[in-house]
């Protein structure tokens, strides 16, 4: 008998690969050498690894197939232009200029585009863009709707930008906003949709100001079925159409192919405007490579075109959102606080109720993913205060973001329902001795993006 709400995985298993248990001794002692931070815990050491669903997904056979026939050419190579008639073809854009992650395809774009003191308006920045802004000198802002930062508020489209916020942004500012973007789905905030009427009413305030707006859409096609599923009228449509119809309204986007290009690395560009095209490319020749392979090999565009068509099976998107929620409901199930609803990539903890006994400036979301990491190999990351505070003032205060969370995000075709069982055991467990989890405090740590390389002690 199939349980309830125990999602069929819409794929068999070819190639595998072991994964190997360790002890609480063991890893007790990998998290005083890693400075307690997971991301410095070896690979090899971790039960189930839930840090990213980026670059960390299972490649199908025709993927594989596909690297086979990956033309090595410096110039002009056939896998290019199959990538590029793949981009074409889903996002509609002329334009198609590989790299060889979506951190580089923001780093290029806001180097043409982003002057010091300059604004970029965003739903919610992602780490990576977030950074990219602030190394220019110019300032990230996050307008995404109110109920965003609620994390009980159920709302079909928590992703949402609040187009009111950004007409008024744009009253004050115009002149200092170089483009407009757009987080599909909403990775900071939940991992949330954004409806086409949200998309519809961004791009006309826009154009109405003559902005830029572009796409941050490494996860365009959850968000589709985000839509398919919740936006009157779109029903009968196909994830294909729903998607063409979302960047139809946009100037371009910026895509990490690790996500759900079904890639294990690279990202591009896509964009209309051709003055902009070439000034892209001059840059991506300087730091990434020449525009038919942008830091990519010719094979690791293959994956990507094929991983691209493969994303808007249906099957595999509900496959794909129904294991997020199955773990979702499990946790919750057991009383556990996560955010609402459910999102398409990962479950969030509310890791200040979960540890309600350590202040903010104790990192409990950190706190979390070390505890988790030492009580059942699962490594989690944090999204909150390490990740997201800002320093101000002379004493460099830490301005703490709104939501504390940790984020278990799955890697896609990777995990059975089985996994997800053992994480969700994991966290219960853990939720039953929470008061023994001590906070941390920072001794080294490197701006911007310190979350990567930080150390710290336990409390
Ligand atoms: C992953 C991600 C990026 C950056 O992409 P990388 O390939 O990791 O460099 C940018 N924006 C969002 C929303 C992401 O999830």
Not at 195 to 212: D, G, K, T, W, Y
Request: proline letters at 5%.
């Amino acid at each position: 008998m199939k349980a309830k709400g125990l999602p069929f995985e819409p794929y068999r298993i070819k190639m595998v690969e072991p994964i190997r248990k360790t002890t609480k001794r063991e890893r007790q002692e990998i998290l005083k050498q890693a400075g307690y931070n997971v991301f410095a815990i070896p690979a090899e050491k971790v039960t189930i690894d839930l840090l990213t669903d980026s670059g960390t997904g299972a490649m199908s056979d025709a993927q594989w197939a596909a690297i086979m026939r990956g033309d090595e050419s410096y110039a002009g190579a056939r896998s290019f232009y199959r990538l590029e008639g793949a981009v074409r073809r889903i996002f509609g854009f002329r334009h198609v200029i590989p790299t060889h992650q979506g951190r580089a395809a923001e780093r290029i774009v806001f180097e043409a585009l982003v002057k010091k003191g300059d604004y970029v308006p965003n739903n919610i920045h992602f780490d990576t863009t977030m950074a990219n802004i602030l190394v220019r000198g110019a300032h990230p802002v996050n307008l995404v709707v109110d109920q965003a930062y609620d994390p009980r508020a159920e709302m079909a489209f928590k992703g949402n930008m609040a187009p009111e916020k950004l007409e008024a942004f744009l009253q004050r500012y115009r002149n200092r906003v170089p483009l407009v973007m757009l987080t599909v789905t909403n990775n900071s905030g939940g991992g949330q949709p954004v409806s086409l009427a949200n998309i519809r009413a961004i791009s006309s305030i826009c154009r109405r100001f003559q902005v830029p707006f572009f796409f941050d859409a490494c996860r365009f096609a959850e968000n589709a079925f985000f839509i398919k599923e919740r936006e009157p009228g779109y029903q009968k449509k196909s994830i294909l159409q729903i998607v063409r119809e979302m960047f139809s309204l946009a100037d371009g986007a910026l895509v990490s192919a690790k996500k759900d290009g079904l890639a294990n690395i690279g990202g591009f560009i896509t964009l209309h405007d051709d003055d902009l095209a070439t000034r892209l490319k001059h840059i991506l020749i300087i730091g990434e490579g020449f525009p038919t392979y942008g830091g990519l090999a010719g094979r690791d565009l293959e994956a990507i075109a094929q991983g691209l068509e493969e994303v808007l099976d249906e099957s595999y998107l509900r496959h794909r959102i129904e294991q997020v929620r199955y773990l979702g409901s499990l946790l919750e199930g057991a009383g556990i606080p996560i955010f609402r609803p459910i999102g398409g990539h990962a479950v969030y903890l509310l890791a200040d109720e979960f540890l309600p006994h350590l202040p903010r400036e104790q990192y409990p979301a950190w706190a979390l993913t070390v505890a988790l990491y030492e009580a059942a190999g699962v490594r989690a990351v944090e999204v909150g205060g390490v990740m997201f505070a800002r320093q101000r003032g002379r004493g460099k205060k830490e301005i703490f973001p709104r939501l504390e969370m940790v984020r278990l995000a799955i890697p896609r075709r990777v995990y059975t329902a089985s996994h997800l069982e053992y994480v969700a055991e994991a966290v219960i467990n853990l939720y039953k001795k929470r008061d023994r989890i001590r906070g941390l405090k920072i001794i080294e740590a490197q701006e911007p993006l310190r979350h990567f390389t930080a150390r710290f002690e336990l409390l």
